[in-house]
C-alpha cells in the first residue's frame, strides 16, 4: 500500500519538476516582454497543478503557498492585474520560493521562510484588489471559496467570472463550425451542485471545475436560484448549479474521475446532448453573457439524455445542414483536442490551431532496454552477414535488414535524445539565487538550447554546469564598481551556448569578468602543495590548476564556491562521461570553459583496425584521411618521434602499439597511416597494422564493471563475440607533459 | 532461504584452489564459472588485470587471483577456469586454477584472518576448517580454506587511476 503511494507520490514529484520548469520559461519569457495570455495561463496551470498534488498528499506547506501564489496568477490571467515588470519579478522570486517549498516536500525538510514573499504577493493583490473596488465588478476568482476573502460579493462577481472561464471565443468557434471537422460524438452535458456540506467537508467546487475545464469543459449556466439574500447567506455553504458543456471526445469516466471526492448527497447529472435541441438554441450563445437569464438551468435536461459512452454521435447531420444554429459548436470544437492535449487550456484546444506535441511518459530504463536490445540486434545482424557467403552477403534481404535495423537503431537513439535546453533551465533561477547572495548583476545569454543531446548526458552535465556558473559569478565577473572602472557595464554577462560538433556537443560557459589571475592561482598551488616553486609551467597549465583536487583561492569561504571542490569535480564529471574540459582565460576580459561532450553514450561509428591479433574501433568523427606510406615517407625525428610527410606538411605520427605498450607487437611493413583530427593535439597519424572494416559499435562503458582508462573510450562486442577496444583519440594524443590537463594529472596523482 | 541466511547461520562458499592453497568465496556472489578463455589485454593497466572478456554482452574484467593476493601468477592448464563474481553490483572474473566444490559451513565456525601473507590487509575474511574430497573418499582429510573478502578485491578500490 505505502509503496503504491510512495509511487504516486513519486509521480506527483516528477510532475512537480515537469510544473516548475514550465512556470519558470513562462515567467521567463513574461520577464522578457511576452505578456500573451497563453504564456500566463501556462504558469497558471503549472503552479496550479502543484497545488492540486500538493494538497492530495498533505505537503501544507507546498500547498499555502502555492495557494497564495496561484491567486495573484489568476488576477494576472484574468487580466485584472496587470502583468507589469515589477510583478512579474515578484512572481520570479515565488516561483523560487515554490521550487524551494517542493524540494523541501519531496526531502521531507524544513519548508523555506517564504513570509516576505507571501506578503509580496498579499500586497500584489491588495493594491489591485483596492483598485478593483472602483469598478462595477469585483473580481472573485474563485467564486465560492475567496468569498471571504473578499466579503460578500456581489452576484455580479460570479457574472464576470464566465470571463476566466474562457467563454468569449464564441465567434471563434462558429468559425471552427463552418469549416468541415471530423465527425465525433455529441457533447457532453454536465449538471453540477455541490451539497450545502461541501465546502465544510473540504470539498472545493472550484477545483473541480478546474479540472473540467481542463477537459475542455465551459460553464454554461449558473443557477443560483437557491442564493439566499445576502441578509441570510452563509459563505461557507454552496449554493450553485453549474451547468458545464464539455466535448464529445472526453470520456465518460474520466469526467466521473473528477467528481470522485466531492460530497456524496451532491447534485451531479451527466449526460450526453442527445440533439441539437439545446437550450442554446433558443437563447443564441453571444447573449449569455448579457444578464441573468442565462442562469436558467437548461431546460434541456434529462430525458432526451443518453448516459451510453458508446453512443455514435447523432447530431452531425443536423448540425452540419444547419451551420447557423450555434449549439453544437461547443462540442464541434475540440475535434484535434485528442486527450494528451486535455491539460492546454481550452481556447487553444477549442480552436485547433495550436500544433502541440503529443507526449507520452516511459520510463527512462524501458528506453535503456530498449536500446540495448536493439545493440544487440545489430551485433547479430553482422555475426549473420560474417557467416554467410559473399554471395548470400549480396542478396538484396540482408542491405535491407540492416538497414531497417539501423533505422531503430536511430529512432531508438533519437528517443534518448533531449534538448540541452533541460540542463540549462536551471541557469536562470541559480543566477538569480547568486546575484542576490554576491550583489553581482549578471544577464544571462544563452544559445542553441534546443541541441539535442542523449538524455543520459544531460543528467550528468548538471552538477558541471551549476559548478561552471558559480565559479563564473563568484571568481570571475567583478563588482559593479570594478567593472565600471574597468569600462566594463556594471552587469556582467554570461554566455551559455550549446552546438553540435561532428559527434560531440560543445558546451561553452563563458563570462566577461577579470580572468584568472594567474599569479594568485600559481601562488596559490604552490602554497598548497600542488606543484613546486620552481615547476617551468606555461599559462595554460596554470588555468588548467584551478582544477586540481583541493585547489581554491577564494581568500574566505563563501557560501557559493571556494570549498575548493567545484573545478575538480567539473573535471572528474566531463572526464567519466568521456568528454574534455578546457579552460581558456583572458586577464581582464574573460574566461571560457568548454566541455566537449559526446553526443550519445552508446553507439559509435567506428573504423575498426587491426594491431597483431588485436583489433580497436577508431571513432570515424575523428578520422580524416588514410595514407599508404611510400617508404622515407615517414620519418624519425628523435629515437622517439617520428613524422610522415603530406602534401609538404609534416604531421607527428603515433604507433598505437607502442602508446599502449604493446611490447610484443611487431610493426609490419606495410603498415597503414591513418589521420586523425585532435583538440588536444591538432592533426596527427596514427600507425596502425591494417583497417578490416567499418561499422557502427555499441560502446560498452569499462567504468560499469572497472574503471576508466586513459586513451580508451570503452569497448564494443564485435560480430564473433570477441571485445575491440575503443580508442580516445585526443585522450591518446595529447602530448605527453606538453597538455596542463595531463601534466596536471601527473601533479595531482 | 530463511533456512541458509537465518536459521542455522548456515553459508555455502565455492571453494577452489591456488597453487596449493585452499580459498573459498560466499556462493551468493558467483554468477558464473566459465572456462579459461584468452581475454582481450588492456593498455594502462596492472599486470594483474589480465583484460576484459565478453560476458553475455557486457564487457567484464578478467582478474588473475593469484597476482591479485600477491603470489606468483597462475600458470594456465586445462582445468584452468574463470569464476565470474559481483562485486558490489560490477562484474568481475577471477583466474583460478580450479574449481573444488560447494562446502556448506556454519557462520561460527569461521575464525578471524591472523596476519597471513598477503601483502594487503583485509582480503582474507577469515580462515575455516572444511573437509576436502579427494577423488579416494577414504583419504578425506580436513584442510584449511582462506575466505576471501570480494569487497576488498573490488578493482576500482584498488587500482590506481589511469584515467
Not at chain 1, 588536444?680 to 564493471?705: C, F, H, P, Q, Y
Not at chain 2, 577456469?81 to 560490477?90: A, D, E, H, K, Q
Amino acid at each position: 500500500m505505502s509503496d503504491e503511494l510512495d509511487e504516486i507520490q513519486g509521480i506527483f514529484f516528477e510532475e512537480c519538476a515537469e510544473g516548475l520548469a514550465v512556470a519558470e520559461q513562462g515567467l521567463s519569457a513574461m520577464a522578457e516582454g511576452d505578456v500573451s495570455s497563453e504564456t500566463i495561463a501556462g504558469v497558471f496551470r503549472a503552479v496550479h497543478s502543484i497545488k492540486g498534488g500538493s494538497g492530495a498528499f498533505g505537503h501544507a506547506a507546498l500547498l499555502a503557498f502555492s495557494h497564495r501564489f496561484e491567486n495573484v496568477l489568476d488576477e494576472v490571467r484574468a487580466g485584472r492585474i496587470p502583468a507589469s515588470g515589477e510583478v512579474t519579478q515578484t512572481m520570479l522570486g515565488a516561483f523560487d520560493i515554490l521550487s524551494d517549498h517542493v524540494t523541501a516536500a519531496q526531502g521531507g525538510t524544513e519548508p523555506p521562510a517564504d513570509a516576505v514573499m507571501l506578503e509580496q504577493l498579499d500586497a500584489i493583490l491588495e493594491s489591485k484588489g483596492a483598485a478593483s473596488q472602483a469598478s462595477p465588478v469585483v473580481a472573485a476568482p474563485e467564486p465560492v471559496a475567496e468569498l471571504d476573502d473578499f466579503g460578500f460579493t456581489p452576484v455580479a462577481a460570479v457574472i464576470d467570472d464566465f470571463d476566466p472561464f474562457g467563454f468569449e471565443p464564441v465567434a471563434v468557434e462558429l468559425d471552427d463550425f463552418a469549416s468541415p471537422e471530423p465527425a465525433e460524438p455529441a457533447g457532453w452535458t454536465v449538471r453540477f451542485g455541490p451539497s450545502r456540506g461541501a465546502l465544510a467537508n473540504g470539498g472545493e467546487p472550484m477545483l473541480v471545475i478546474r479540472e473540467l475545464e481542463e477537459m475542455g469543459a465551459a460553464v454554461t449556466a449558473v443557477d443560483t436560484g437557491a442564493l439566499p439574500g445576502l441578509r441570510d447567506l452563509d459563505p461557507e455553504d454552496s449554493y450553485f448549479v453549474w451547468t458545464l458543456t464539455l466535448p464529445g471526445s472526453v470520456a465518460e469516466q474520466d469526467i466521473r474521475d473528477c467528481f470522485d471526492f466531492v460530497a456524496p448527497d451532491s447534485l451531479i447529472e451527466i449526460a450526453r446532448a442527445a440533439a441539437v435541441v439545446m437550450v442554446v438554441v433558443e437563447e443564441p450563445a453571444a447573449e449569455d453573457f448579457d444578464g441573468f437569464g442565462v442562469f436558467e438551468p437548461l431546460p434541456v435536461s434529462l430525458p432526451d439524455l443518453d448516459l451510453a459512452p458508446a453512443e455514435p454521435m447523432l447530431t452531425l447531420v443536423p448540425a452540419a445542414a444547419a451551420p447557423a444554429v450555434p449549439a453544437p459548436v461547443v462540442q464541434a470544437a475540440p475535434a484535434k483536442a485528442a486527450p494528451a492535449q486535455a491539460e492546454k487550456p481550452k481556447a487553444e484546444a477549442r480552436q485547433g490551431s495550436v500544433e502541440v506535441a503529443q507526449s507520452i511518459r516511459v520510463d527512462l530504463s524501458k528506453l535503456d532496454q530498449l536500446l540495448n536490445l536493439v545493440g544487440e540486434l545489430v551485433i547479430r545482424g553482422s555475426i549473420l552477414s560474417d557467416r554467410l557467403s559473399p554471395a548470400d552477403q549480396e542478396r538484396v534481404e540482408l542491405p535491407e535488414l540492416s538497414r531497417l535495423t539501423r533505422q531503430i537503431q536511430d529512432n531508438v537513439m533519437s528517443l534518448r535524445a533531449q534538448p540541452i535546453k533541460q540542463a540549462f533551465s536551471r541557469v536562470p533561477r541559480m543566477l538569480r539565487d547568486l546575484s542576490a547572495e554576491t550583489g553581482k548583476k549578471v544577464v544571462l545569454e544563452t544559445i542553441g538550447e534546443m541541441t539535442e543531446v542523449d538524455k543520459g548526458v544531460i543528467e550528468k552535465i548538471g552538477d558541471p554546469l551549476t559548478h561552471m556558473i558559480r565559479n563564473a559569478v563568484d571568481h570571475g565577473i567583478e563588482s559593479a564598481e570594478e567593472r565600471l572602472a574597468a569600462g566594463k557595464p556594471a552587469e556582467g554577462t554570461i554566455h551559455l551556448s550549446a552546438e553540435q560538433k561532428g559527434a560531440r556537443i560543445i558546451v561553452r560557459v563563458r563570462d566577461d569578468g577579470r580572468g584568472i589571475n594567474r599569479e594568485r592561482v600559481r601562488a596559490k598551488a604552490i602554497e598548497r602543495g600542488i606543484i613546486s616553486a620552481d615547476a617551468p609551467i606555461s599559462d595554460e597549465e596554470i588555468d588548467g590548476l584551478i582544477c586540481a583536487p583541493g585547489f581554491s583561492t577564494a581568500e574566505t569561504i563563501s557560501n557559493i564556491s571556494g570549498r575548493g571542490v567545484g573545478m575538480d569535480v567539473v573535471r572528474s564529471n566531463v572526464e567519466a562521461l568521456g568528454g574534455r574540459l578546457e579552460i581558456n582565460s583572458v586577464p581582464g576580459e574573460g574566461t571560457t570553459f568548454t566541455m566537449a561532450l559526446p553526443l550519445t553514450l552508446a553507439i559509435l561509428d567506428g573504423m575498426i583496425v587491426r594491431l597483431g591479433d588485436q583489433r580497436f574501433v577508431l571513432p570515424l568523427a575523428n578520422v580524416i584521411e588514410t595514407v599508404q606510406p611510400e617508404p622515407g615517407q615517414v620519418q624519425a625525428t628523435s629515437p622517439s618521434s617520428e613524422v610522415i610527410e603530406l602534401r609538404g606538411q609534416y604531421l607527428p605520427v603515433r604507433r598505437v602499439g607502442e602508446l599502449f605498450g604493446m611490447r610484443s607487437h611487431r610493426v609490419p611493413e606495410d603498415s597503414l597511416v591513418i589521420i586523425v583530427e585532435s583538440e588536444t593535439a591538432g592533426n596527427v597519424g596514427l600507425m596502425v597494422d591494417t583497417i578490416d572494416n567499418r561499422r557502427e559499435v555499441v560502446i560498452k562503458s569499462l567504468e560499469d564493471n572497472l574503471h576508466p582508462i586513459r586513451g580508451l573510450g570503452g569497448a564494443t562486442i564485435l560480430g564473433d563475440g570477441s571485445i575491440a577496444l575503443i580508442l580516445d583519440i585526443d585522450a591518446l594524443v595529447a602530448p605527453t607533459g606538453g597538455s596542463s590537463k595531463y601534466a596536471l594529472k601527473g601533479m595531482a596523482a | 532461504m530463511s533456512t541458509e541466511d537465518s536459521e542455522l547461520d548456515e553459508r555455502k562458499i565455492v571453494t577452489f584452489t591456488l597453487g596449493n592453497r585452499l580459498f573459498g568465496i560466499d556462493m551468493r556472489s558467483l554468477i558464473e564459472i566459465r572456462e579459461w578463455e584468452e581475454p582481450t589485454p588492456l593498455p594502462s593497466v596492472p599486470p594483474y588485470v589480465k583484460g576484459v572478456t565478453n560476458l553475455r554482452g557486457s564487457v567484464v574484467p578478467v582478474v588473475g587471483l593469484s597476482e591479485r593476493l600477491g603470489w606468483a601468477p597462475s600458470e594456465l592448464h586445462s582445468r584452468s577456469c574463470i569464476l565470474v563474481v559481483t562485486i558490489g553490483g560490477r562484474h568481475a572474473g577471477f583466474l583460478v586454477d580450479e574449481v573444488q566444490d560447494i562446502v556448506v559451513i556454519q557462520g561460527s565456525e569461521i575464525q578471524p584472518a591472523p596476519d597471513v601473507e598477503i601483502n594487503e590487509q583485509g582480503a582474507i575474511a577469515g580462515l575455516v576448517k572444511i573437509e576436502r574430497r579427494t577423488h579416494d573418499a577414504a583419504a578425506n582429510a580436513e584442510a584449511m580454506c582462506l575466505l576471501l573478502d570480494l569487497d576488498a578485491l573490488s578493482l576500482t578500490r584498488q587500482v590506481p587511476d589511469f584515467a
